[in-house]
Structure formats: C-alpha cells, structure tokens
C-alpha cells in the first residue's frame, strides 16, 4: 500500500460572532468532512485554521481539540488575510493526512456561504454523493 500525505480543504460561515455560533459551524464543518473521507485521527499530519477578522470569540482549533481523540493533533489557528468584500464570518481549514487514498478520492468540504468560494467543488461533491 503507498501512503502519501494528502490535504483537505473546506470552508464554511459562523451566523455570528459568538463562541456558540462559532463552535457550531466549526462541528459542522468537521463533521462533513470527517464523513466524506472517514477521518482517522491517527493519521491527521496537521490542521491550520483561519477566520476572518469579524470572528474573535473562540478560537476554532479550540473546538477541534474537543473532538474524540483530537487531543494530540497539532491545531494552529490564524487570521485570515483581509481582503476587501472578501466573505464575512468566514473558517477556513486545512487538513494534512496520511493516506493511501489517491487524491481524487479526497473530498472537500465547503459549507453555508462558503459554497460560493469553490462551485465548482461544490457541484462535484454532490453529483458524487
């Protein structure tokens, strides 16, 4: 079996900036994306977070680490760069994992608002599920 590292992307929007509203778009996003490529904790390299400007009450790789055996994964979290009339209230994340899947088994996952960043994923992923 050849195991290589992959990376996963995904993207979604907070309804506010609230530490309630953040961490449920946060679960979510890592929900879908744990089901699209059935996650194994052992084998996630990293996780960067980004959030926009407008989101400062929690940090998302704080609600990541309460994931079940999450708590040795090494999460970063950083601002996003500010772009003008860029998404508001937007989490980034990126995934590194080890795996044998090839890359185009690896599904990303861009949710609420953030669809609109990648359609052309968005599309796909749902004609493949």
């Known amino acids: 079996m050849d195991w290589k590292v992959r990376a996963i992307r995904g993207a979604t929007t907070a309804s506010a900036n609230t530490k309630e509203a953040i961490a449920e778009a946060v679960r979510e996003l890592l929900d879908d994306i744990d089901q699209r490529n059935e996650l194994d904790p052992e084998e996630i390299i990293s ?13 998302p790789a704080a609600i990541a680490r309460q ?6 994964v090494p999460l970063l979290d950083v601002q996003q760069m500010a772009v003008s ?7 980034r994340v990126l995934i590194h994992i080890n795996t044998p899947k ?5 599904n990303h ?9 990648r359609p052309d994923w968005t599309l796909a992923q749902v004609a493949n599920h």
């Open 47 to 59: 996780v960067v977070f980004t959030a926009t400007a407008d989101l400062d009450a929690v940090f």
């Open 67 to 72: 994931r079940e055996n999450w708590d040795n």
């Open 85 to 91: 009339s860029s998404l508001e209230k937007c989490i």
């Open 102 to 106: 090839p890359q185009t088994e690896i």
């Open 109 to 117: 996952s861009y949710l609420r608002h953030a669809k609109n960043l």
